[in-house]
């Protein structure tokens, strides 16, 4: 079981940075592949980025290449997602989700699986 909490969403304006963190409780936590998805009012979710066990592989949506980027410190348990660039139609609600495979999804390079993820966090950017 792995227990997941975002933090860093906010009010900004277009153009603006925000940092999101995710802290998780695993004891294994670098055994999993870690991603961000999002969701807007009304629609689906959308995987935005993804990072592997150890970091070295990331990806990225098309809508947040070049403004987005994941990172991962295994010494302490914590997933962020620096989004710069900021646009309007960011806005949604943020998860952290932690795909538990046996293998490493992001190296393999197929879809992320969220296995747990958090309560989310709100980002709204406005014009």
């Known amino acids: 079981q792995v227990h997941l909490v975002e933090s860093g969403g906010g009010l900004v304006q277009a153009g603006s940075s925000l940092r999101l963190s995710c802290a998780a409780s695993?004891?294994?936590?670098?055994?999993?592949?870690m991603g961000w998805f999002r969701q807007a009012p009304g629609k689906g979710r959308e995987d935005v980025a993804a990072?592997?066990?150890?970091?070295?592989?990331?990806r990225y949506a098309d809508s947040v290449k070049g403004r987005f980027t994941i990172s991962r410190d295994n010494a302490k348990n914590t997933v962020y997602l620096q989004m710069n660039s900021l646009k309007p139609e960011d806005t949604a609600v943020y998860y952290c989700?932690?795909?538990?495979?046996?293998?490493?999804?992001?190296?393999?390079?197929?879809?992320?699986?969220?296995?747990?993820w958090g309560q989310g966090t709100q980002v709204t950017v406005s014009s």
């Open positions: 989700a932690a795909d538990g495979g046996e293998y490493d999804t992001v190296v393999r390079g197929g879809p992320l699986r969220h296995d747990y």
């Open positions: 695993a004891r294994t936590f670098s055994s999993y592949a």
């Open positions: 990072i592997s066990w150890s970091g070295g592989v990331t």
